[in-house]
Antibody, heavy 125, light 108 residues
Framework: QVELRESGPGLVKPSETLSLTCAVS????????WSWIRQPPGKGLEWIGY???????NYNPSLKSRVTISLDAPRHHFSLIVTSVTAADTAVYYC???????????????????WGKGITVTVSS | EIVLTQSPGTLSLSPGERVTLSCRAS???????IAWYQHKPGQAPRLLIF???RRPTDIPDRFIGSGSGTDFTLTIDRLEPEDFALYYC?????????FGRGTKVEIK
């Protein structure tokens, strides 16, 4: 059974860089997309972006200038970096596995079938 | 971006009842690209439905997804005690992927 576990600092200072890691256990990295989603307090879920196992990425345009998602397949983890954080980046951060599917013969992402339990990150001085 | 509006915000129901949750999109979404998730506090969200109506193999058949165009529905037939939770819809056909704000199903 595949499990995902987020790790990283719970507190980050404004203007600094947030760095989170998601450890993948019990399954393969290949043929999946690996995604980050967050939920600010009192707000809905916000998709941050994903990385395909081949290394291609797709980011939410609202965060694209500050976000990088990377994949370390041999070590079975993927990471999120958010630069120049503000209080608006305070949220519960989730990592998720996204299935690949064929759409008219073209591979694309499907729904997130496995999620981590989330990690709370607070941006405050 | 596509905005998903879920209604109602909260439903108060009893075990055994049938519940219908609504998710309306701000523009047409292909049925292949709608998912529903269940989320309980402190737990990982759980995928219930993908492709508007398809269930992962471990999801009970009391969870039924339907809809097309801009209107999608999740029906829970005969609520079980473990079904009281928050439910989100999501579209993954257009970037950025977006989620609804959720519907809370609580015990009456």
């Amino acid at each position: 059974q595949v499990e995902l576990r987020e790790s990283g600092p719970g507190l980050v200072k404004p203007s600094e860089t947030l760095s989170l890691t998601c450890a993948v256990s019990g399954g393969s990295i290949s043929h999946y997309y690996w995604s980050w989603i967050r939920q600010p307090p009192g707000k809905g879920l916000e998709w941050i972006g994903y990385i395909y196992y081949t290394g291609s990425t797709n980011y939410n345009p609202s965060l694209k200038s500050r976000v990088t998602i990377s994949l370390d397949a041999p070590r079975h983890h993927f990471s999120l970096i958010v630069t120049s954080v503000t209080a608006a980046d305070t949220a519960v951060y989730y990592c998720a596995r996204v299935k690949e599917a064929y759409y008219d013969g073209v591979i694309g992402p499907e729904a997130a079938d496995v999620w981590g339990k989330g990690i709370t990150v607070t941006v405050s001085s | 971006e596509i905005v998903l509006t879920q209604s109602p915000g909260t439903l108060s129901l009893s075990p055994g009842e049938r519940v219908t949750l609504s998710c309306r999109a701000s523009q047409i979404v292909n049925t292949m690209y709608i998912a529903w998730y269940q989320h309980k506090p402190g737990q990982a969200p759980r995928l219930l439905i993908f492709g508007s109506s398809r269930r992962p193999t471990d999801i009970p058949d009391r969870f039924i997804g339907s809809g097309s165009g801009t209107d999608f529905t999740l029906t829970i037939d005969r609520l079980e005690p473990e079904d009281f939770a928050l439910y989100y819809c999501q579209q993954y056909g257009s970037s950025p992927w977006t989620f609804g704000r959720g519907t809370k199903v609580e015990i009456k």
